[in-house]
């Protein structure tokens, strides 16, 4: 390699990971709805799909937040939104954990890191701007929907704090959702009080497959939480731990 080429190589290795920043500008929303789009495949024309749209996030500042990524060039490395649901929205969400309907519910959803700037931790930092300004915004609970075919994604939410709760169709989703979540008070986890003892957990490893998916459904309505989500033997396959306290 010549030295130029080499000078070129270490720049771009050594380039400090940007600082996600809040956007309400409509053409820079239009810039990352666009890159985003492209890359989930959405029809842009689908009207069920408002709530996406640049012009419903401008016009929402108080209930939406993007925050995008930018290289030195100005360049999108990554972006994501974060939304405070309406009771009614919340409602829908989460029509198998009705236990969930007294908290203020943030979703995170919309995300979308570069190819060349993944593995960075750039998706981390997205997810930390989103929950600062969810927590801002009265927010008690994070909320993250996650297809049971994206190990990654489902992997980058248990390492940044997210639990799986719960297992539940859309109409947006050809796979089922996984449906993870965070709390932003201090609270007692899932009915498990954690204030002076020290609970005894049971764990179970599953790969979530087409086939696993009611069994899953079963144990999350049995307390289950999935607390750990790796890549598996395929590029599909989500290998989840769960885990739930021994009843004594
Ligand atoms: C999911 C996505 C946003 C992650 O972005 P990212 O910036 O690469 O994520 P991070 O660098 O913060 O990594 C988060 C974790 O995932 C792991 N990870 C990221 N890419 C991985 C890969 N290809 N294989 C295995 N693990 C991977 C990281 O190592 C890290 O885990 P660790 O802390 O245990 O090391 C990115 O892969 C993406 O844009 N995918 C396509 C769009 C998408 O699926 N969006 C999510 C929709 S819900």
């Known amino acids: 390699m010549s030295e130029k080429h080499s000078q070129k190589w270490k720049s771009a290795e050594?380039?400090?990971?940007?600082?996600?920043?809040?956007?309400?500008?409509?053409?820079?929303?239009?810039?990352?709805?666009?890159y985003a789009d492209s890359v989930f495949g959405v029809d842009e024309s689908d009207p069920t799909l408002e709530r996406w749209t640049p012009e419903y996030i401008a016009t929402h500042t108080d209930t939406v937040g993007l925050f995008v990524a930018y290289g030195s060039d100005k360049e999108i490395k990554g972006g994501g939104l974060v939304t405070i649901?309406?009771?009614?929205?919340?409602?829908e969400k989460l029509f198998n954990q009705s236990y969930?309907?007294?908290?203020?519910?943030?979703?995170?959803?919309?995300?979308?890191?570069?190819?060349?700037?993944?593995?960075k931790g750039l998706a981390r930092?997205?997810?930390?701007?989103?929950?600062?300004?969810?927590?801002?915004?009265?927010?008690?609970l994070a909320l993250s929907e996650i297809e049971t075919v994206n190990p990654i994604s489902a992997h980058a939410k248990t390492r940044e704090g997210f639990v799986f709760i719960g297992i539940q169709?859309?109409?947006?989703?050809?796979?089922p959702l996984l449906v993870a979540v965070k709390p932003l008070v201090e609270a007692e986890v899932f009915g498990e009080s954690i204030k002076n003892t020290t609970p005894i957990y049971e764990h179970v490893v599953m790969s979530v497959?087409?086939?696993?998916?009611?069994?899953?459904?079963?144990?999350?309505?049995?307390?289950?939480?999935?607390?750990?989500?790796?890549?598996?033997?395929?590029?599909?396959?989500?290998?989840?731990?769960?885990?739930r306290a021994k009843l004594s």
């Open 169 to 175: 169709s859309d109409e947006y989703s050809d796979a």
């Open 85 to 91: 649901l309406s009771k009614a929205e919340a409602l």
């Open 209 to 243: 497959k087409e086939d696993s998916h009611s069994e899953l459904d079963a144990l999350f309505r049995e307390g289950w939480i999935g607390i750990d989500a790796q890549v598996g033997e395929s590029e599909e396959e989500i290998v989840l731990t769960l885990r």
């Open 14 to 34: 050594s380039e400090p990971l940007p600082v996600p920043i809040l956007v309400t500008g409509i053409d820079e929303i239009r810039e990352y709805t666009k």
């Open 125 to 140: 930092e997205l997810t930390e701007k989103r929950l600062q300004w969810a927590r801002e915004h009265g927010a008690t």
């Open 100 to 119: 969930l309907t007294k908290e203020k519910i943030a979703i995170f959803e919309y995300q979308v890191v570069r190819e060349e700037d993944r593995r």
